[in-house]
């Protein structure tokens, strides 16, 4: 009982290109997603405090990688290390979430993706 017509699914034949080339480009997207994650493991972002006093390296994703202190830092104090600690780590999350963003977003620019 169908009506002759070929309609399927109501799916034309453009539909079903433009839903192969959606997937397409979501699989290049995890692709893609796949090679920043390892690139931003292996980055290094510095912040810093104090006019460099104090720096702290994080990779892209924010996991810690180590701390320089200048010896000059050290004769400042216990609270105002803590500070320059402080200061410098904000320094380095900053840093690392805007690369991130920016990788990000170019990764994903040149989708049309719907509800994005």
Do not use: C, H, W
Request: proline share 3%; glycine share 14%; charged share 30%.
């Amino acid at each position: 009982m169908t009506s002759g017509k070929g309609q399927g699914f109501g799916f034309g034949l453009g539909k079903m290109r433009e839903l192969a080339d959606a997937f397409k480009k979501a699989q290049q997207v995890q692709e893609g997603a796949k090679l920043l994650q390892e690139e931003l493991e292996q980055m290094e972002i510095q912040g810093e405090s104090g006019g460099g006093l104090v720096k702290v390296i994080v990779s892209g994703n924010q996991e810690p990688k180590r701390v320089e202190i200048s010896p000059d830092a050290l004769g400042e104090g216990a609270e105002v290390l803590s500070d320059l600690l402080t200061a410098a780590m904000k320094d380095a999350y900053n840093k690392s979430t805007t690369t991130m963003r920016e990788r990000m977003e170019e990764l994903t620019s040149g989708l049309e993706l719907p509800g994005f």
